[in-house]
C-alpha cells in the first residue's frame, strides 16, 4: 500500500514508522518542516511541506496513487476538511481522521468518514480499568449491536470445549490469550487455566455471556 499522512506529530511520525516498518511506502504531510524530525534518520518515506487539504501538496504526496489517508494533525477542522478532500475529490476509500471533539466525530462518522476521537477513546480506556467486568466492552460497533469483551475464565470452564462455551453463551469466541500469545480457536479447543477469552456477542446477550461463564457449564447441555 501507498498511505499519506497529514500530521507528522506523535501520532503521525509512530504511525508513518510502524507503517514503512511493514513495508508499506508512505508520504507525510506537514506545516511545519521542523516535524519531520520526529521521523528519525531511518525513514524512508516521502516528506512534503504544506498544508494536508490542498491539493497540490496532496499531489506531490502522491494520493492519486495512494491507497489509504490519515488526517492525525492537531486540529479538528483541518482534519475533515482533508479527509473529505482525499474522499470526495481524489477518491480514497480508506480515509480515517483523528478528531478530538467525540461530538463532531459522530456527525462525520455517518458521513462515511471513519474517526478516532482521541478524548472518548482515552475515556473509554479508563473506564475499562475503573469498572467491574462486563460493564464496558473492549470494542462495540458504530450501530451498538455488537460488541467484544475479554473474559478472564475461572476454574469451572477449565477442561471444557470452546463449542460448548460459545452454544451456552450464544457468543464466539475471537481468540484467546494464552501464556502471553494469541490463538485462534475451533469449537473442539480445550479451554486451560490462565486463558482469557475474546468474546464477540450481541449487546442484549452480553449478560447471559457472563452469567455462563460465572456459573460454569450446564451439566445437561
Keep these: 500500500m501507498h498511505v499519506v499522512i497529514m500530521g507528522c506529530g506523535r501520532v503521525g511520525s509512530t ?14 504531510i506537514d506545516s511545519e518542516p521542523d516535524a519531520f524530525r520526529r521521523l528519525g534518520p531511518g525513514f524512508n518515506g516521502d516528506k512534503v511541506a504544506g498544508m494536508g487539504f490542498d491539493q497540490q501538496v496532496l499531489e506531490k504526496a502522491g494520493i492519486r496513487r495512494a491507497d489509504a489517508f490519515a488526517a ?16 470526495e475529490t481524489f477518491g480514497i476509500q480508506r480515509v480515517v481522521a483523528r478528531i478530538y471533539d467525540p461530538g463532531r466525530a459522530e ?4 458521513l462515511g468518514i471513519t474517526t478516532v476521537a482521541t478524548v ?7 473506564l475499562r480499568r475503573l469498572l467491574p467486568a462486563g460493564a464496558e466492552p473492549d470494542f462495540r460497533d458504530p450501530s451498538g449491536t455488537i460488541r467484544m469483551d475479554h473474559m478472564m475464565v475461572p ?8 463449542g460448548a462455551f460459545q452454544e451456552q453463551a450464544q457468543a464466539r469466541v475471537a481468540w484467546i490469550d494464552r501464556l502471553g500469545e494469541g490463538m485462534l480457536p475451533t469449537g473442539e479447543s480445550v479451554i486451560q487455566e490462565g486463558d482469557v477469552l475474546h468474546v464477540v456477542v450481541r449487546e442484549d446477550k452480553a449478560d447471559r455471556a457472563y452469567d455462563v461463564l460465572k456459573h460454569g457449564p450446564d451439566p445437561e447441555a
Design 15 to 28: 504511525l508513518a514508522r510502524s507503517l514503512e516498518d511493514r513495508n508499506h511506502t508512505v508520504a507525510v
Design 72 to 87: 492525525v494533525s492537531s486540529g479538528d477542522n483541518s482534519n475533515i476538511i482533508a479527509a473529505r478532500v482525499a474522499r
Design 107 to 110: 456527525v462525520y462518522q455517518r
Design 120 to 126: 472518548k477513546w482515552t475515556a473509554d480506556q479508563v
Design 155 to 162: 476454574e469451572s470452564w477449565v477442561g471444557h470445549r470452546i
